[in-house]
T-cell receptor
């Protein structure tokens, strides 16, 4: 069963704007990861945030984690057409240190 | 480094045929995984291998078998393909999960697009 649920399912913005995607999950986690998938390609890891962290940055990416609300958000600043992709959150829970459980993804379209 | 490689890239099977999807990684990772991706369903774990010599079922193992041939290679076999197995299959690998609370990113292959008619 899916652990994470991304919101919105699809998002369309103009180049230069910020994009925010949200992920909610059901059970307590060890960490939460965000991945990007370009059309027809495999997934690429973007960022990992542990359960004891609240915010993390990587370049134009900012991830927040609120364990009390069981939610995370991914912010992409100053978006570019090349950011067009599907974005997935994935969680690691309990004793399953090896297994990721993925959400269904947010399709981001950045229009030039 | 090639990372994670998968063969074949595309495959069409008839119902009842069998085939093996191959996966190899050159990053010396302990853990390897097989996922399937269907429209609107995200990725679902079929089988995984936490370390060489071990395999475990994931969320949707029915109709599949796996072999962890060595540390580098992890194959997925469909013994008798069914139309419900039409999907895109991804292999992934990661460093060992290690102690509780530590976990590592997964590296994905380019995928195999399988159609069963």
């Amino acid at each position: 069963s899916q652990q994470g649920e991304e919101d919105p399912q699809a998002l369309s913005i103009q180049e230069g704007e910020n994009a925010t995607m949200n992920c909610s999950y059901k059970t307590s986690i060890n960490n939460l990861q965000w991945y990007r998938q370009n059309s027809g390609r495999g997934l690429v890891h973007l960022i990992l945030i542990r359960s004891n962290e609240r915010e993390k940055h990587s370049g134009r990416l900012r991830v927040t984690l609120d364990t009390s609300k069981k939610s995370s958000s991914l912010l992409i600043t100053a978006s570019r057409a090349a950011d067009t992709a599907s974005y997935f959150c994935a969680t690691v829970s309990g004793g399953s240190n090896y297994k990721l459980t993925f959400g269904k993804g947010t399709l981001l379209t950045v229009n030039p | 480094n090639a990372g994670v490689t998968q063969t074949p890239k595309f495959q069409v099977l008839k119902t009842g045929q069998s085939m093996t999807l191959q996966c190899a990684q050159d990053m010396n990772h302990n853990s390897m995984y097989w996922y399937r991706q269907d429209p609107g369903m995200g990725l679902r774990l079929i089988y995984y291998s936490a370390s060489e010599g071990t395999t475990d079922k994931g969320e949707v193992p029915n109709g599949y078998n796996v072999s962890r041939l060595n540390k580098r290679e992890f194959s997925l076999r469909l013994e008798s393909a069914a139309p419900s197995q039409t999907s895109v299959y991804f292999c992934a690998s990661s460093a060992s999960g290690g102690a509780y609370g530590s976990s590592y990113e997964q590296y994905f292959g380019p995928g195999t697009r399988l159609t069963v008619t």
